[in-house]
């Protein structure tokens, strides 16, 4: 099973120099403007027949998500792991329909940092969605169904 891993910066700077050293031929990829949106998350898998549930990782640190976009199969059943890192301080890990944050279709509950927990949810429709940190609402992004 593949696990989320904070390694998208890296390929993005991998990437960056070996089109700035030269390497690679015509069909090595265009390295995105800076005005470009940060990198998606993804759940580590596809569900699969027997119905296991993909794993997502959600982790808050210095009173930022390690993601501005999760995005996960529509309508899977989704096992979430999340972290706070910040010592001493609730966040939650809540997804709404809108930027109104009015209609919630997930919520973690405060989880005090620095601290785990595994939750199981279902995925809503295809579609994009709104998280935050309910706390803190400057913590927040967008959350893909797919």
């Known amino acids: 099973m593949r696990r989320i891993h904070r390694s998208i910066a890296l390929a993005v700077v991998t990437g960056a120099l070996t089109v700035a050293c030269g390497g690679g031929g015509a069909d090595v990829p265009t390295i995105a403007s800076p005005e470009s949106p940060s990198p998606t ?5 596809e569900p ?13 640190e210095d009173f930022a998500f390690d993601s501005s976009t999760y995005s996960v199969p529509a309508g899977a ?21 809108t930027d109104a944050a009015e209609d919630q279709i997930f919520d973690t509950g405060n989880l005090v940092g620095d601290a785990e927990e595994t939750y199981e949810f279902q995925a809503p429709e295809a579609g994009s969605y709104y998280f935050q940190c309910d706390v803190h609402p400057d913590m927040n992004g967008e959350f893909i169904a797919e």
């Open 41 to 45: 998350a993804t759940a580590t898998e």
């Open 48 to 60: 699969s027949p027997t119905g296991s549930p993909v794993e997502l990782e959600v982790e808050a």
């Open 77 to 97: 059943t989704v096992e979430l792991t999340f972290k706070n890192r910040d010592e001493g301080v609730p966040h939650t890990f809540t997804i709404y329909e």
